[in-house]
């Protein structure tokens, strides 16, 4: 039974939203960026194209260069979109992003059309403030059409265009087909291309996630409800506008509605602001995880005495003793939202609430780069928190680093990734054990 047909039939989903719209969405989509850069200034932009796509919950963000995209057809298969790069060369795209348009011709093409009805933009970057970038931007956007792929534009006003204008603007460059960035050819990725041309890269990648995710919804809707997450659209409502958080009474009715939820499905359900767009409020929606809320028998009892959990329960213990609980629990609990691990948000969400963390700032706490009630020094531990948890994506990146670096000290930033790294580990060991928080009826 999916959830709106549970509502429908007046269970406590509905009455706890007083039977307003239920509406059913998916989960996680995926965005892939794929790239060549001949000297580095080209992956720059990119990873500021994948960290604005990443911005968006919901969103998991691929950045691949053009030899590993040739290794990954599959992966990208799957991808809702793709935004691709290459360095303007020659007024074109360069050889090796021309190789792998050619390469394409056999896993995507032949193959039936693979791509089709996929999103795509792209992003390039070169010496010149010109440099012919739009002759790139042009041939990358046939190829996008020559796979059936619906084209996303950059969806900025033109910058730096009059007396009062400036370099440091997003668009400095005047593009709309995609995004351009120009780096002096005498400076290293280091140093170029401009902050500005990084600005307008992370605007175009969280764009292409905004649409993504839009059109991700709007085939579910039309292919019938999806029991795997929810949306309540009484909700929104309560959402919309608010970009700096959520009246307490709000927050109460949220918890409200995701306790009738978890009660129904049978693990915890977790909300998430996320604002879309402009057009578009605010949109609270529930994670769950990949089992659709079914009973699980646990395989193993990871309580019974064990010298390995002590070891790690030890190490845990001295990286809390250097940083304040509050913070650790909310790191904890980001970390296990990311997972999806139902034992460890189950127990870290206590224990935030035990150090005095309020309801609202964990409802929100999916969304917190929108929202102003975190700290500067918990937003760069939040943002470390999720560098190191995706570890094989972000690599965790310098700029990340050096906001951490600027509000903790040396042995404080060694506690903090301790704990990143045990709270990881317990998510691991938890969801590979199939552990039920305490709440939970347990499966026959
Ligand atoms: C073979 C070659 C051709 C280039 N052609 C152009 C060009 O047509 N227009 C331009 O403005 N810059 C041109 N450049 C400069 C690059 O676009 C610029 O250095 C860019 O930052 C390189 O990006 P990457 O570091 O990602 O490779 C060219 C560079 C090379 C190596």
Redesign the pocket.
Known sequence: MTFTKAARQGGVLEQSVRQEEVIVMHSTIKVAVVY????????K?AEAVRDGAAELRGVHALLMDVTEAQQRWIDLEVCEAIIFSA??????A?AEFKAFQEATSRPVLAKGFAWSGKLAASFT????R????LSNLVQLSLFAAQHGVHWINLGLPPANNSSQGSDEERNRLGFWLGAGA??N?DQG?DL??TRSDLDTARFLGRRVAETAWQFARGRSISNGLDPGTISVNTLQSSFAGKDDGVAGGEAKRLLAVRMSLERFAKQPCFFQAMHMSRSMPSVVSLSLDSQGGRQMKPRINLASPNEGIEAMRAANQWAASLLDPKLVALVKVRASQINGCNFCLHMHSGEAFKHGESPTRLLLLDAWRESALFSDLERAALAWTESLTRIAETHAPDEVFEEVQRCFSQNEIIALSVAIALINAFNRLAIGARAHHPDEPQAN
Do not use: E, L, R
Request: no cysteine; net charge positive.
């Open positions: 060549h850069s001949g000297f580095g200034h080209t992956k932009q360095p303007t060369y020659m007024g074109s360069s970057n070169s010496g010149a010109s440099g012919d970038k120009q780096s050819v990725p170029a291309p």
